[in-house]
């Protein structure tokens, strides 16, 4: 997990970036030549109205959907994802709506899930015994790290609140992705109370120095949140603004078309 | 910005709530419980040999059971399991008593078992067929099958190898056949694998929410595959023991094995929607079974009270899980 | 509070109501048939409790326990050829102390173990019914002469047809069963033709189940337009049978027989739906075989091999040189009402 320390200068370092991505289904065009730049340590939203292309764009992003053309670059070099495990082998982990946990597991063994620790030596290697103790151990840390409250760790998720759940779902990507993490609607199943300790989640991971791409449609959520907010409008980004310079109405128009930034 | 609490970790859960929490604890207490009732209305119930006999009757069902358990873990259900084990036991007695090599025979009798497994495995996960109506389709063309392989007769195994498992040993004053040492082995080995491998708990996490095990990039499809075939090669095992229980292969036999298994899974806990339970729980589920049918009986009790008092556990069963799943 | 906490104590209060609500149960039915440790314990283990000629035969044997003041202890299998369930009640019956165990073998071959087992604890064992292979497996045999009873079902059926020229349509019970190879292959021996004889029009597996009997005679009727005999394993099947030849509108010219003597099938053959049948007696078997357990029990006296319980042929058109019994005599003594 990288530990580097935040920051916020608009010059920094370019962790994800896409040029010119075109997109299209039979006549219809998803994506219209769209840039994209994610930049270490921030968190970057990604709004637009239905249909704009957020979601194909993300999707071309985390390698559910190949572009017909156009390069995505991963820190400066780039890469052509044929699928959704290339990216996350590529340092890459996304967090759905739905909730992406097995209920009767326990905490840890949903934080671990598809990426189980094995224990060491011959019990490991020969009898593919799972470390228990050592993903139950590593996973109090990481949910100690970011903050976030939790009953113990060894209670299975059903046992959990909304907000704690996806709350385990966002660790889980926190924990293993080494270069990003992409959000799509991380709170759009949950009630105030509980996106506020997913918000609150989001931001210690980006304080731990990963950068964060969140889909919403949530506007106060992300002007809460992002340093920065990119804007779809038929296809293409209309605009990236920022909190400081923009206030939600002229986002707002931005998407609809009825200004300019 | 919100200044962010450190929050103290909880303190893990209690003993007491772990084991109040256990999916098998309510089927222990009752096993337990129907024991002490037995024991106090005939103490023949208690001799050693009597609870030999009630443990050699479980080996067959007992180790069906297991099959059933994984299978039901990953929320199917497989209807063909009686169907596959007395094809097991039909083929071993036939190439045997044709004069093959009895370790071959029995060999190919679970190799062809396990392949029926796979074949079940590969329609429920390559087609996306339900696997009740996969499996009672496997029912249909083995019990048709096992008809035209046996001529439809019954025969009389009396090779030593395959009657094996019936042979007794001594532990410690009790009297075991080898069946039960190898139906206990079973349940070791796939309690295990259940619970302390990777392949276990993808599982518990394929039962549980099968669209969250594909987003977290476990091959699910072939992962349910793996769970049928290894079925199928219990099933095979299955049919050793039966062998060793009755020397006989029989094509009209174990018809009630499906509901008898699931009937063992279900008093044992495991849920029938997927994801829960385990195969400790299924042991204790057989053994109710088998200590029912013999308690009552050497009380002399008609034992239509067997059945009539498992369909009553296995409705609490059922409600239990869905009473627990409405909670959450 | 976690939830957790609450659903456990939730479900243990479920639970332990569950439990509770199981020993009542239990109790009930212990306090309904608790056994005095010096009694004679007589077991009875039959193929299936569903079928009405084992319930006869149970029947009659409560009866004669009671009157003989000895405890009968009664178990089945839960379908044909359930072994496993047959096994399973002998080791039950021996480890409850019975002095004799009375058996209506499913599989003659899978009950051979067992069978020596409880004959080596001492227990008295006797088949019903249905004869183990080989037959001194068991110390006595009490049942019908099925071949015997097939060979006067299959030779009132050849007389009764006359000279006619014969098509034999063959409704057996469950291929491989004992009973149903006796009864088969004493109907052809009765008939005076031999296994594989062009007379014989085709075979169908009934279970001895109506149903499966009409199934089974649809298709051979689609087969062969020219059936005019039926050899039926037993009564179901041949009322399914019965119906299958009515919708084909043959029920007046085929010669349809059977074998069971089910109060049922006497009226079948009182309405002239089928031929004759052939009257075995369950109730004999059972009232014997109590009967011996309790002089084995008293004088360690042994019956052995096999007694035949004998079996009457029932129909309202005698033919000559065949003994035969009308079906005012069948209704009195058939068993299943």
Redesign the interface.
């Known amino acids: 997990m990288p530990a580097g320390s935040r920051i916020e200068e608009p010059s920094a370092r370019v962790v994800l970036e896409a040029r010119n991505v075109v997109k299209t289904y039979g006549h219809v065009t998803a994506l219209d030549g769209v840039d994209f730049e994610l930049r270490a340590g921030e968190i970057l939203a990604v709004v637009g109205d239905n249909g704009a292309g957020k979601s194909t764009l993300i999707k071309t992003l985390t390698g559910a959907v190949r572009p017909t053309s156009g390069e995505i670059l991963l820190d400066g070099v780039p890469v052509h994802f044929k699928g959704p495990l290339d990216a996350r082998h590529a340092g890459i982990e996304t967090v759905y709506q739905d909730l992406a946990v097995a209920p009767a597991l326990d905490i840890a063994a949903n934080l671990f899930l598809g990426r189980e620790l094995r224990a060491p030596g011959l019990l490991g290697s020969l009898f593919r015994r799972l470390d228990k103790k050592g993903m139950r151990e590593e996973a109090r840390r990481a949910m100690g790290e970011l903050k976030f409250r939790l ?1 113990a760790i060894d ?2 998720v059903e ?1 959990l609140s909304g907000g704690q759940r996806q709350g385990v779902a966002v660790a889980r990507a926190a924990l293993f992705a080494r270069r990003l993490v992409i959000m799509d609607e991380p709170t759009a199943a949950l009630g105030v109370r509980e996106t506020g300790q997913v918000l609150q989640l989001i931001r210690s991971i980006r304080d731990r120095g990963l950068p964060v791409v969140l889909i919403s449609h949530n506007m106060p959520n992300v002007f809460d949140l992002a340093d920065r907010i990119h804007i779809m409008r038929l296809g293409r980004r209309a605009a990236v603004v920022t909190p400081k310079t923009h206030s939600m109405n002229d986002v707002v128009a931005i998407m609809t078309g009825a200004a300019t930034a | 910005m919100n200044t962010a609490t450190v929050y103290p970790a909880e303190a893990p ?1 209690s003993l007491k ?1 772990r084991i ?2 256990s999916p098998s ?2 089927p222990l ?2 096993l337990f ?2 024991c002490v ?1 037995f024991a106090l ?2 103490p ?2 208690l ?1 050693t ?2 609870l030999s ?1 009630i443990l ?2 479980t080996v ?1 069902i007992g180790a069906l059971a297991i099959g059933q358990t994984l299978v039901i873990l990953t929320a199917g259900i497989d209807l063909a399991v009686g169907a596959i084990c007395v094809l097991g036991t039909i083929v071993a007695g036939k190439l045997a008593n044709l004069g093959y090599d009895p370790v071959l025979s029995m060999g190919i009798a679970v190799l062809i078992c396990t392949a029926a497994g796979f074949a079940a495995g590969g329609l429920v996960s390559g087609l996306r067929l339900p696997p009740f109506i996969v499996t009672l389709g496997i029912l249909g063309i083995l019990t048709a099958a096992l ?1 035209l392989i ?7 195994v009396r090779d030593p190898f395959l009657a094996w498992t ?1 042979n007794t040993m001594k532990l410690g004053g009790f009297v075991l056949t080898y069946g039960v040492l190898i139906m206990f082995i079973l349940y070791a080995s796939v309690w295990y694998l259940l619970n302390q491998t990777k392949w276990g708990r993808h599982v518990y996490a394929i039962g549980n929410n099968v669209e969250a095990a594909r987003l977290v990039g476990i091959p699910v499809r072939r992962h349910l595959l793996s769970v049928y075939v290894l079925a199928g090669l219990i099933y095979g095992i299955a049919a050793w023991l ?1 062998l060793g ?4 292969a ?7 094995a499906n509901l008898d298994s699931i009937t063992a899974v279900v008093i044992g806990g495991t849920s029938l929607f997927g994801g829960r339970g385990g195969l400790v729980g299924t042991l204790i589920g057989a053994l109710i079974v088998g200590v029912l ?2 308690g ?10 067997q059945d ?2 498992t369909g ?2 296995v409705i ?1 069963a059922v ?2 899980d869905q ?2 799943r409405r ?1 959450r | 509070m ?11 209060a ?2 332990r109501g ?2 509770a ?3 009542l ?3 009930l ?2 306090g ?4 005095a440790a010096s009694e004679v ?1 007589v077991g009875l283990v039959t193929k299936t ?1 569903v079928n009405p000629f084992f319930v006869k035969m149970r029947q009659a044997a409560e009866a004669r326990a009671k009157e003989k003041g000895v ?1 009968l ?4 299998g ?8 047959q ?3 002998i ?3 021996i ?3 019975a002095k004799g165990i009375l058996v209506t073998p499913n ?1 003659s ?5 067992i069978i020596k087992k409880a004959r080596d604890a001492g227990v008295l064992v006797i088949a019903l019914d249905t004869a183990t292979d080989p037959a001194d497996a068991v110390d006595a045999t009490f049942a019908t002469d099925n071949f015997e009873a097939g060979v006067q079902q299959g030779a009132y059926a050849r007389k009764a047809m006359g000279d006619t020229k014969a098509a034999v349509a063959m409704l057996d019970g ?3 069963g004992t009973v149903d190879t006796f009864r088969h292959d004493g109907y052809l021996k009765g008939f005076g033709i031999a296994e594989g004889d062009p007379s014989i029009a085709g075979a169908a ?1 009934t279970n001895g189940a109506q149903d499966k009997g009409q199934i089974g005679m649809e298709n051979l009727l689609s087969k062969n337009g020219e059936i005019n005999a039926v050899y039926t394993i037993n009564e179901p099947a041949a009322a399914g049978a019965y119906a299958a030849l009515k919708a084909f509108g043959k029920e007046g010219e085929v010669m349809l027989t059977s074998i069971d003597g089910g109060c049922a099938g006497v009226r079948d053959v009182k309405d002239g739906r089928i031929a004759a049948t052939v009257m075995q007696f369950p109730y004999k078997m059972a009232t014997m075989g109590i009967d011996a357990v309790v002089e084995y029990a008293a004088t360690g006296k042994k019956p052995s091999g096999f007694v035949n319980t004998g079996s009457v042929l029932i129909t309202d058109k005698p033919v000559d040189g065949l003994d035969s019994k009308d079906t005012a005599w069948g209704l009195q003594n058939c068993w299943g009402d």
Do not use: C
Request: glycine share 12%.
């Open positions: 009953p209670n299975p046992s | 859960r709530a109040l929490g604890a309510g207490l009752v419980g129907f009732i209305t005939n023949r119930f001799a040999h009597n006999i050699q009757q067959v008809r046996s001529e439809g007769g019954a025969f009389p019936g039966a229980r009755i020397p006989n029989d094509p009209n036999a174990m018809q009630s049918r013999n009552l009986t050497l009380a002399g009790i008609d034992p239509l009270w009539l008092i009553i556990l609490i409600a239990l009473l627990s909670r | 976690p939830l957790h906490y609450i659903r456990a104590s939730a479900r243990s479920v639970l569950s439990i609500a199981g020993v149960v239990l109790g039915a212990l309904a048939g608790s056994a314990i409790e405890k202890i009664a178990r089945a839960k379908f044909d050829g359930d072994n496993e369930g096994v399973a009640a080791e039950d019956l480890s409850a102390g599989n071959s899978g009950m051979l173990d469950t291929p491989g597996i």
